[in-house]
């Protein structure tokens, strides 16, 4: 099966600056990659999403690229602000049909 | 668009009571729904996916006669978790699919005395 592996597990970083999350993936046959951002006591919240036929997407402050050769993608988020902190998850999926491959999360903090 | 709704967002419960959990999509048709359970700081589990109509699917080492599943239609999904106990204290979350892609609820915080 799929295995989803993603760093760092903490990351601090100061406001403005930019934050990075990597993800990597084992099953070639992945073709969607979404990322979740969760507030504390809250759901996952999608933020972007990939899909294999694009090397990158951006979205305002937000960025995803993948490198399908390399079997990874990343998160990218530019001039961070307070409220980017939270726990992010990347996932892997292989279809709209098939069950979602979660990374094991990012806490991450954003000092003003 | 892509709300998914789920309530209670918090239950407290007593040793050997049933907690139904429901999770609604409102504004689209799922065509299949999960259930997670998350751990503090942690990942999410998945616990099983069901589709409507049809019996849900249950992850290795879930019991399916510990937390029932029905998914009566493409919008609703329930999480019965049976005789509960307090190791059986966690986060549960739903989530809902369609073509665009996957959305989660809020989650629910159930807490066994």
């Known amino acids: 099966g799929e295995n989803v592996e993603q760093h760092p597990s903490t990351l601090s970083v100061q406001e403005g600056d930019s934050a990075v999350i990597k993800c990597t993936y084992s099953d070639s046959a992945s073709n969607y990659f979404p990322w979740y951002k969760q507030e504390l006591g809250k759901g996952p919240q999608l933020i972007i999403d990939i899909r294999s036929n694009v090397g990158e997407k951006k979205d305002q402050r937000i960025a995803v690229t993948l490198n399908k050769t390399a079997k990874h993608f990343s998160l990218h988020i530019t001039e961070t602000q307070p409220e980017d902190s939270a726990v992010y998850f990347c996932a892997a999926s292989s279809g709209t049909g098939n069950q979602f491959y979660f990374g094991t999360g990012t806490s991450l903090t954003v000092i003003p | 668009g892509a709300v998914v709704s789920q309530h209670p967002s918090r239950v407290i419960c007593k040793s050997g009571t049933s907690v139904k959990i429901e999770c609604r999509s409102l504004?689209?048709?799922?065509?299949?729904m999960f259930w997670y359970r998350q751990f503090p700081k942690k990942s999410l589990m998945l616990m099983a996916t069901s589709n409507e109509g049809s019996k849900a699917t249950y992850e290795q080492g879930v019991e399916k006669d510990k937390f029932l599943i029905n998914h009566a239609s493409l919008t609703l999904s329930t999480l019965t978790v049976t005789s509960a106990h307090p190791e059986d204290s966690s986060f549960y979350i739903c989530?809902?699919?369609?073509?665009?892609?996957?959305?989660f609820g809020a989650g629910t915080r159930l807490s066994v005395l």
């Open positions: 989530s809902a699919r369609d073509a665009r892609g996957q959305y």
């Open positions: 504004d689209f048709q799922a065509t299949t």
